[in-house]
């Protein structure tokens, strides 16, 4: 089981001819996949054995063909085979289920080693629940519906996949459960029974589960040569419900067009596929038809779906095979290789060199040594901070007089954008340094307030250095020298204190100027400002004075604004009438 | 610390052997301070009130896949890349289009505004990223000033501008992040670290901050020091691709959005994973995220098409937001919080408040 195959599902090995007319050789499409004990009828092939027998003829382990019968590798899977001697005992509920089991047993292993470089996570996900809801006992009641004269095999209602999901996903709202269902419709894992749309209603609609063989975690890119075969195959069906819809009829048309040269060779392949199809079981056949429906909904969707099989380029670089070695659904080899695809290897096992383990021991001991806090620590540190800034969240406390994006009425950019903050913005100065830095006003305020102290070369210099930080690359080495005249030489009209260490760091830095020179030293004066000037600012009349005087102002000026207001408008009436007056008069 | 095992002649073996031992003790070591749950210690806080966010703005023009979105400082405009070089400026509240640029590639996965809001930068496929300033000249040919900055040798997933309109952050395909000084081109850092594709990164946060986080495909995601270039902290423990990475507003943490459908919250203080935003129901990636402006919400587009809002303190799912009808690749939060955008498969992008 060394091989890189991919897929559970066998690679169609065609030993004889491209023509696909050897039943034993060549599964046309996957025998039916349900988990009803009603689609036991040949009890001759047995799950785990390779023999090619167990290709198409339909078996009560059917839901388990995926790990594909006719896969040797299939058999080397750790579980162990059961006898290969046809049992009486084999179609009971019991050994179906054991089988059904152990396939999935094996299954799984296959796709974790496909899957192990695609998104593995989501689709295990999708596939898991897919699994789950087709478990015999815990599972949606799969049932066989008796419609007119006819039978309904295998399906379930709507409803009822709704109700699972919400259960067994601990789903509350079923607006949620649809959406999920929906979603793996989409995805071509259930499928409704009459319809191309691959959605869910909750409501008695019947649906349908897709085989294995189909899922999407084969990696199908089905070519449009099986696509034009099928749709072929179509229509030399004489039923009215498999009749083409519109846009499946313009798409063979267009197929018929692109492919005129070789359209004898898909008519062929079609006829043959019919011939296959039509040795099964009346029930089989309504399954495996609209499971092969469903799989073509998927790939060639309807105009107006989602196309769930488009990815994303940053992804699908990692998985895409890079012999591009394409499966054929009807089991057509275009190329000679009958070779499995072999996956493309995976960055991440790119192999370490010794200065790789190196760096990482480095990295590991410098952890070891790092000082943590303690997560209650932290956790009451971020707490207080969300709680200290519940007022300013937009989403959590409504913003005065409205938020623009809801009432359409941009006054709240107007106010912040005008000259005066308001006081919460003020209070929020207060919160930190780093927010009064932040804020054009606050910075504004801070830099007055320092200046009138005579102690502003401290401010100064910080701003300088954090311009520095913004300047292009070829203007950092002027631009550095000239803060080191201003704020740091001997004699420098703006001088400010550094510890010697500090000092010596940066004048050595200064030899080989950098945007970065001046760390140390700017962290040192922001530390400085933080427990000096910026404690000062916070307890300073100019500060208090607009936190609290604003309010006092506000109100005054309030009633004087609306006194203003009185006065103008009957000014304006009087003039008014006085105008009109005139105008009348004259 | 003096590492042993460093002598000459100790194979690439013997030294992994090291790392296993001094990975195991530093678990250890981080699992002692792990003395209470967040999740926990937030229950004696309010529980945030009923939400009732809405779309708000629907912006069409985008004729493939919207890839990224950023706002410009002026909170309100916004600039949008998409799947066929497109990319498109817009005055959001008016939704009105005032610039567009085609690419000369396809898949424009990163695009950013510049702080001065006069320019845009913008990169994907063509492994570089290029700005290009915006002028108020109605007949402006954009495609004709494009000044590529950032070259890769792989796809740009990501961009941010700096401090300023004159460096630019990226991450690309080719497993490293790096700096660049705009007007020279010049590569003023790189960042190696990473063993497989970065697919984001953020800045943090604070005046004076070194520093930003950044996440990738070798499910890490990675604190870095800008002026040194190295790897300060490290985080390993989601399940797959790491898509997004955003700071808290404080900038002491950190939130991750992946394709194991987790969404997980990261303290730097503590070195360590403090929340995992996860439920039975959500099994589809999470592309991106953003936090609120008191970083009490956190807001994640997924694969789903669906936006969650989570409650990053209590750990509990709030809301989910329906509209879209393909997948979330990118979500925003306005520079004043007052709104968030999201970017969509389905061609459009859409503001809620």
Redesign the interface.
């Known amino acids: 089981m060394a091989d890189a195959s991919p897929d559970p599902e066998p690679q169609p090995q065609p030993e004889s001819s491209s023509s696909a007319t050897d039943t034993t050789t060549t599964p046309s499409t996957p025998t039916a996949t349900t988990t009803s004990p009603t689609t036991n009828t040949a009890a001759d092939t047995t799950p785990a054995s390779a023999s090619a027998s167990a290709s198409s003829p339909a078996s009560s382990t059917a839901s388990a063909t995926a790990s594909g019968p006719a896969t040797p590798t299939a058999t080397a899977a750790p579980a162990p085979a059961p006898a290969p001697a046809p049992d009486p005992d084999e179609d009971l509920p019991n050994m179906i289920v054991y089988r059904k089991c152990e396939m999935m047993v094996i299954v799984r292993i296959h796709l974790n080693a496909a899957l192990s470089i695609i ?4 689709i295990l ?2 596939e898991d ?1 897919v699994t789950r809801i087709q478990h015999e006992t815990e599972g949606v009641p799969i049932r066989t519906v008796k419609s007119f004269l006819s039978k309904i095999p295998s399906v379930v209602t709507g409803a009822d996949i709704v109700q699972w ?1 919400m259960r ?4 509350e ?1 079923p ?3 649809i ?2 269902g929906s ?1 793996i419709a989409a995805q071509g894992y259930i499928f409704p029974i009459s319809d191309h749309v691959l959605t869910l209603k909750d409501d008695g609609t019947f649906y349908r589960f897709q085989a294995p063989y189909f899922w999407p975690s084969n990696c199908w890119e089905p070519e449009n040569t099986d696509y034009a075969i099928y749709l072929c195959k179509r229509t030399m069906q004489n039923k009215t419900r498999l009749e083409l819809a519109d846009y499946e009829a313009e798409n063979l048309a267009r197929l018929q067009r692109a492919f005129a040269r070789k359209w004898e060779f898909i008519f062929m392949q079609a006829e043959a596929q019919l011939k296959i199809d039509r040795k099964k079981d009346k029930n089989e056949r309504k399954i495996l038809d609209s499971q092969e429906r469903a799989f073509w909904d998927v790939h060639r969707p309807v105009p107006g779906c ?1 196309n769930t099989t ?1 990815m994303d ?3 699908c ?2 998985m895409k095979n890079p012999q591009k070695v394409k499966k054929s659904v009807y089991g057509l080899n275009e190329d000679s290789q009958s070779q499995s695809p072999v996956h493309a290897p995976s ?2 096992g ?1 192999k ?3 200065d790789d ?2 760096k ?6 410098a ?4 000082h ?12 207080g ?6 007022d ?5 406390t409504p ?1 005065e007089p409205s ?4 009432s359409d009425d ?1 006054s ?2 107007d106010l ?1 954008a005008s000259k005066d903050p308001s006081q919460q913005r003020v209070r929020k100065w207060g919160f930190s340094m ?1 927010e009064a ?2 804020d054009p006003a606050g910075r504004d305020q801070f830099l007055r307030f320092v200046e009138s102290e005579f102690s502003s070369e401290n401010l100064l210099f910080w701003l300088a250095v ?1 311009d520095l ?6 203007d950092v080495g002027v631009r550095a020298q000239e803060i080191w005249q201003e704020f740091l030489a001997e004699g420098a009209p703006r001088s400010i204190n550094l510890d010697s260490h500090s000092y010596e760091r940066t004048s050595q830095n200064l030899k080989d100027p950098g945007r ?1 020179s001046f ?1 140390d030293a ?2 040192h004066i ?1 530390k400085l400002m933080k427990s000096d000037s910026y404690a000062r600012f916070l307890r300073s009349n100019a500060y208090q004075d607009l936190l609290l005087a604003r309010k006092k102002l506000e109100t005054e000026q309030g009633r004087r604004t609306s006194l203003e207001k009185f006065t103008r408008s009957v000014g304006k009436s009087l003039t008014g009438k006085r105008l009109t007056g005139l105008m009348q008069s004259s | ?1 003096a ?1 042993q ?2 002598e000459q002649g ?3 073996a013997t ?2 052997k ?2 296993e031992a ?2 195991t ?2 678990e250890t ?2 699992a002692k ?6 999740n926990t ?2 229950e004696k ?1 309010e529980p ?2 009923q ?1 009732n ?1 809405k779309t ?2 629907i912006l069409k023009g985008h004729g493939n896949k919207v890839l990224c979105v950023d706002w410009c400082t002026d ?2 405009r916004m600039v949008s890349s998409s799947q066929d070089g497109k990319v498109i400026v817009w005055d959001a ?1 008016t939704t009105n289009k005032e610039h567009a640029v085609t690419m000369p590639c396809t ?1 424009v ?1 990163a695009c950013a505004y510049a702080p001065s809001g006069c320019a845009i930068a913008a990169g994907g ?1 063509d492994n570089k990223l290029s700005v290009y300033p915006l002028s108020l000249d109605k007949n402006e040919n954009l495609a004709s000033k494009r000044k590529p900055v950032a070259m890769h040798t792989n ?1 740009v ?1 990501h961009c941010t501008f700096t ?2 309109d ?2 630019v952050l990226t991450s690309s ?1 080719d ?1 490293t992040c790096a700096l660049w ?4 081109a ?1 590569l ?1 850092q790189s960042f190696h670290s990473h ?3 970065v ?1 984001s990164l953020d800045m943090g946060p ?3 901050s ?1 520093t930003f986080v950044s996440g990738g ?2 499910m890490k995601a990675k604190l870095w020091d800008m ?1 040194s270039g190295q ?1 300060v ?2 985080f390993e423990t989601h ?3 790491v898509n997004c990475v955003k700071f ?3 900038g ?2 950190f939130a991750t959005g992946s ?3 987790t969404c997980r919250f990261y ?1 730097l ?4 994973e ?1 929340a995992v935003f996860s ?3 959500v ?3 999470a592309n991106s995220v953003d936090f ?6 956190l807001f994640a587009g997924y ?4 936006v969650n809002v989570w409650d ?2 209590k750990g509990t799912r709030l809301n ?1 937001l ?1 509209g879209h ?2 997948r979330i690749s990118s979500l925003r939060m306005a520079p ?4 968030f955008c999201t970017a969509s ?2 061609n459009t992008l859409r ?1 809620w ?1």
């Open positions: 998104c593995r996570f989501q996900q999708i629940i999901l067994s996903l601990g789903i709202d607006a949620e459960a959406h999920i979603l989602v488009e380029i940053r992804k670089r990692r960055q991440q790119r370490d060199t010794k383990v190196k990482e021991i480095l990295f590991l001991n952890q070891l040594d790092r943590c806090m303690k997560v209650s620590k932290v956790a009451e540190t971020l707490i901070y969300s709680e200290q800034y519940l300013y969240d937009p989403f959590l913003l938020n623009p994006w809801i941009p709240y950019w912040e780093d830095l932040k954090q930080k913004r300047r292009p690359l070829q970065y760390e700017q962290d922001y | 610390m590492c095992g460093l100790e194979t690439v030294l992994k090291e790392t001094l990975k003790k530093l070591e981080r301070l792990q003395d209470v749950e967040l210690l937030a806080i945030v009130g939400l966010i708000r703005r909170k309100r509240y898949w996965m496929l796809y997933s401090l300023s004159m460096q395909g497993g000084d705009v007007e020279s010049q003023l063993t497989a594709d697919l604070a005046e004076t070194n495909c070798d002026r790897n902290q490290s399940q797959s691709d808290y507003p404080s002491d943490a394709d194991d459908a303290d203080r503590a070195d360590r403090v439920k039975d129901s099994i589809f990636g609120s402006q008191s970083g009490r919400l694969n789903d098409y669906t990053v303190l989910i329906y009808e393909n004043d919080g007052t709104s498969w389905d503001v408040a």
